[in-house]
């Protein structure tokens, strides 16, 4: 496959590397988010998720992912889109995205992840991927989203967003 440098090349004929999911938990005008001790993004602060595995589907594995990474578990959730990543070095990833404003437990701190409440208005995007400032606010907002990024490490160097 040739190297992916433009957005227009993620197309039809273009898979992912890995699947994964993104979750949003939002407590009145706060929502949870993860300083990631590990993984790709280790150090940046992002939404709890991960990997899809084997034979789970985007919705079981973004629950998965929040009991792993923080020891709560969602009550609901509701998809919010799609994102498509592609970085210059050949990996992909295609993000499922969901919201949820019900959960149980005491969010904590695992090996994977620091669990950290946000004000909206406060959200560290200089501390989070490129991609976050453009399309989380409106996810936030109530907004579906579909992106498509190329990054060349951990730098964004094209995009193109459409919200619903």
């Keep these: 496959m040739p190297k992916i440098l433009t957005v227009e090349q ?71 889109g799609e994102l498509r990543f592609q970085f210059t070095d050949g990996y992909s990833i295609h993000v499922h995205v969901f919201v949820s404003t019900e959960f149980e437990g005491e969010p904590t701190e695992t090996d994977e992840a620091v669990p950290i409440w946000f004000k909206r208005s406060e959200i560290p995007y200089s501390e989070m991927w490129a991609d976050d400032r453009i399309w989380l606010p409106r996810v936030l907002d109530g907004a579906k989203v579909s992106g498509k990024f190329v990054f060349s490490n951990d730098v964004m160097i094209a995009h193109e967003v459409h919200f619903e």
């Design 10 to 80: 993620i197309d039809e004929s273009w898979v992912a590397t890995d699947t994964a999911t993104l979750l949003f938990v939002l407590r009145g005008d706060e929502v949870l988010l993860i300083r990631k001790k590990r993984g790709l993004g280790a150090g940046k602060i992002n939404g709890p998720g991960g990997k899809l595995e084997k034979g789970e589907t985007p919705r079981q594995c973004a629950l998965r992912e929040v009991r792993e990474e923080l020891c709560i578990s969602v009550l609901d959730t509701t998809p919010c």
